[in-house]
């Protein structure tokens, strides 16, 4: 009643203005005001909600609640047996077997995987960075005849590796391939 409303202020503050959500100061009802999207986390209480009156609703008919056919004879439905069978049937499935032919492992400069056979088992390399190694100790000048227009990698535990960088990085591929594997390593 309009009567026993003694402080309109208050009254506004209290029951006209607050906001009806999930209670993120940005949603009301649903939708963001700082950018008019659907909120998601008012959308998955919504979307539990009907699937709490499915539920129920299916029960109420004698129903299976998950997938809404008739039971069987042995009471559950078909598709209840058969996702049984399927989850029955995963704990028994062999384990996952090695790779036929050749070990495997990986190169010891750019870690890629090779197969172990012929001069990998030697040096553990795979062959572009055994033709690049052999290159860099065949033609190994002490001075460049003329300076590169692009620096020099600084390689990785303070040894240069000689290749030139990426022209937009301070590295070459192989060793701006390492950084980007070891930062995701870190960030998982």
């Known amino acids: 009643m309009s009567s026993e409303i003694r402080d309109p202020g208050r009254w506004l503050l209290g029951v006209a203005l607050p906001r009806w959500g999930c209670g993120h100061l940005d949603c009301e009802s649903g939708i963001r005001w700082s950018n008019g999207a659907c909120c998601a ?8 909600k009907f699937a709490a009156r499915r539920r129920a609703h299916r029960i109420a008919q004698g129903l299976c609640p998950d997938y809404g056919s008739e039971p069987g004879p042995s009471g559950t439905c078909r598709d209840c047996e058969l996702q049984r069978a399927i989850d029955g049937g995963a ?6 077997r ?6 495997r492992s990986s190169c010891g400069d750019c870690g ?3 197969f172990l056979t012929g001069r990998a ?3 553990g390399l795979c062959r572009l960075c055994r033709e690049e190694a ?7 000048p002490a001075v460049p005849e003329h300076p590169a227009r692009s620096a020099a990698c600084p390689g990785a535990g303070g040894v ?3 290749r030139t960088t990426l022209p937009t990085r301070g590295a070459c591929a192989r060793h ?4 980007l594997a070891l930062t995701d390593a870190e960030a998982s």
């Open 176 to 179: 701006r391939a390492q950084e």
């Open 121 to 123: 088992i030697e040096d």
């Open 91 to 96: 704990s028994s499935m062999p384990a996952p």
């Open 112 to 114: 890629c995987r090779i």
């Open 41 to 48: 986390a008012c959308e998955e209480v919504v979307a539990d």
């Open 160 to 162: 240069p590796c000689g």
């Open 134 to 140: 052999r290159a860099l100790a065949a033609s190994s």
């Open 98 to 103: 090695e790779p036929e032919g050749p070990p």
